[in-house]
């Protein structure tokens, strides 16, 4: 893996991958931070789960790289090494999880955990942006040779252009924080009568989702099960994440709204994406690169439409009833009696 470096003193030295992603994590610290004020609530509960969340995400990050990458090193001490090999996404989000979770159970004032977790995963999706673009610096996150120039990374030794999956994942990224920024404002604007914390956070969770569905099928480097070494980890996680999530906003739909042909529908494109996500993949290698995922790219597309829809639908307070001419009749007959009387 290649590693730039921006700054060498001595012995010691720091990447420009880690500048990057160091800066991303502050900015998405500071974003959190502004979220949590205008949540009303006090912006020490970010920095709380800062303090918990930087060591659990990077134990569980490295965990969830080194258990499917056993093959990899050969010692204890290399699987320790912070530098050696990468970090898994996933793991990076369950420690930022748990980090909320021991917040609201060791300090009384917190007790939201899930506004909590819409500032952490609306100022995540922000730091996780920047990562993308940050891996330019590594060498990974790289696709397959193509015949043009555009997002690609030119191979001298082979003379061939591979394309550069992170510029591609790091704009979708800035896709999903700046909805959830816009999610979050909208739950503001709509909850003043019931609480609406955490949707926020499963609306993040189900867009990355659909988004590492793509990029990891794009991608040369992905992790894979060891069975088959086709299925790559992320997509599976991915996936189940944002379906998972599309159909609890459909259900709560269908509680507050009762079953309807629109709900019908969805199910039934839910379907249909997935169909198309799966022949996409399995096609993968045969014809052109981009071309087939194009496929794979408007089904998640569908997929991340559909969840804001519904996500927006649970949120919006359900109007108060106006009262009918049949009900006010009843009224005026009884007042008229009473008159008579």
């Given amino acids: ?78 699987v320790i090494a912070l530098t050696n090999g990468g970090y ?14 021991i917040a609201v159970k060791l300090f009384d004032s917190i007790d939201d955990l899930g506004g909590l977790l819409d500032c952490l995963a609306t100022g995540g ?6 990562g993308r673009f940050a891996t330019s610096f590594t060498g990974s996150e790289l696709g397959y ?26 704009l979708l990224e800035a896709a999903i924080f700046i909805t959830c920024y816009q999610f979050f404002q909208f739950c503001l604007q709509q909850g003043r009568d019931k609480p609406v914390g955490g949707k926020t956070a499963l609306v993040m969770l189900a867009l990355h989702g659909a988004n590492q569905v793509l990029c990891d099928s794009m991608r040369a480097d ?21 379906i998972v999530i599309l159909v609890y906003f459909i259900v709560l739909s269908i509680r507050s709204s009762k079953l309807g042909l629109l709900h019908i529908m969805s199910f039934i494109i839910m379907l249909q994406c997935i169909a198309f996500g799966v022949l996409a993949e399995y096609r993968v290698g045969n014809g052109n690169y981009i071309s087939k995922h194009l496929m794979m ?28 001419s049949t009900e006010k009749q009843p009224k005026r007959r009884a007042r008229a009696l009473a008159h008579s009387r």
């Fill in 1 to 78: 893996m290649e590693t730039r470096l921006a700054f060498i003193f001595d012995n010691f030295y720091i990447s420009w991958f880690a500048l990057f992603v160091t800066i991303g994590c502050i900015a998405g610290t500071v974003v959190a931070c502004l979220l949590r004020h205008r949540q009303g609530k006090y912006i020490s509960d970010i920095f709380i789960c800062v303090t918990f969340g930087v060591p659990l995400g990077l134990f569980f990050a490295r965990l969830f790289y080194c258990v499917f990458s056993l093959t990899e090193f050969n010692s204890f001490g290399q």
């Fill in 88 to 101: 898994g996404l996933y793991g990076g989000i369950l420690g930022v999880f748990l980090s909320a979770v």
């Fill in 125 to 130: 999706a922000l730091a996780i942006t920047v």
């Fill in 145 to 170: 040779e193509v015949n043009f120039s555009f997002m690609t990374v030119y191979d001298p030794v082979q003379d061939l252009n591979t394309f550069a999956v992170y510029w591609l994942d790091g």
């Fill in 222 to 242: 992905a992790l894979k099960l060891g069975l088959n070494e086709f299925i790559k980890i992320a997509q599976i996680l991915g996936i189940v994440s944002c």
């Fill in 297 to 324: 790219l408007w089904a998640m597309i569908l997929l991340c439409v559909m969840v804001v829809h519904y996500a927006k639908l649970t949120v919006v307070r359900t109007p108060v009833a106006k009262k009918t």
